[in-house]
């Protein structure tokens, strides 16, 4: 008998329905089946392994570093930057635009993918870069006179490297936020290492400091090339040696001078 009296079989069978179901019960129900299918399996596998392999490979190599300060780590001494010297500040050290992949990347001709023409429009998206092993000639800063030939290694390097696309094997970040690199510029067939040719020009000593001194593994050729410029009376070793002074003891000696006023 049902009761109460007016109750339908209909709405006895709604409410056996509504029983409430275990979170077991569900999971037993459930058809494991269609996901351990080979042809479900094996397309999602290779899917999520190469979305994985893209964006490591987009990190490590593609995505492009504004500044010397983004650069992590790990990659100084493993990795090199690809780019266009958009300025050279002094005779040993540039600024460069980083192009990852270059023109493989469509850098140079894809929407978006341009250097900006305008200086104000690159602050903050260059690094600025120290060229390992060497030391030019200092030209004239915070009131302090220039040394012999840093105009005309200036010059030298601005017409050697700005807006051409270099290779920076990168080693460490020095106190002034530079990346410390050997750095390659391909003239017609060949690559030529920058800071090698400045000392083959007379333009540049190999860097004497006591400690931090860079140089990969580059130093016994940059002695060379130094020591054969020197023969030849290239550049700054054309005047009188007793009058020569190396731009490391050039810093020091004004460096003094400016703290004894």
């Known amino acids: ?112 993918r341009k250097i900006p023409e305008k200086r104000t429009d690159l602050k903050g998206k260059t690094i600025h870069v120290r060229i390992a092993g060497i030391d030019a000639p200092e030209g004239a800063h915070f009131g302090k006179p220039p040394q012999p030939y840093s105009a005309e290694a200036l010059e030298w390097l601005k017409n050697y490297i700005l807006n051409r696309r270099v290779r920076a094997y990168i080693y460490k970040r020095d106190q002034y936020e530079r990346v410390v690199a050997t750095v390659w510029v391909r003239k017609f067939l060949f690559r030529r290492d920058v800071g090698k040719e400045m000392l083959k020009a007379g333009l540049a000593t190999v860097y004497e400091a006591k400690k931090g001194a860079e140089f990969g593994d580059f130093e016994e050729s940059y002695r060379k090339a130094e020591a054969k410029a020197k023969r030849k009376k290239r550049g700054m070793w054309k005047g009188n040696p007793q009058d020569y002074e190396s731009p490391r003891d050039y810093k020091i000696r004004t460096a003094a001078t400016t703290e004894t006023k």
């Open 1 to 112: 008998m049902r009761w109460p009296p007016w109750s339908s079989n209909s709405e006895r069978d709604g409410n056996e329905k509504k029983r409430p179901v275990s979170w077991e019960d569900k999971l037993n129900a459930t058809d494991w089946s269609h996901y351990t299918d080979p042809r479900t399996l094996i397309p999602t596998l290779l899917l999520t392994t190469t979305i994985l392999v893209s964006v490591r490979v987009y990190r490590s190599y593609l995505r492009r570093i504004p500044e010397a300060t983004h650069i992590r780590p790990g990659f100084f001494r493993k990795r090199s930057l690809f780019g266009t010297v958009s300025r050279v500040g002094d005779a040993d050290n540039f600024h460069l635009f980083h192009q990852p992949g270059g023109r493989l990347a469509g850098w140079g001709w894809l929407p978006g």
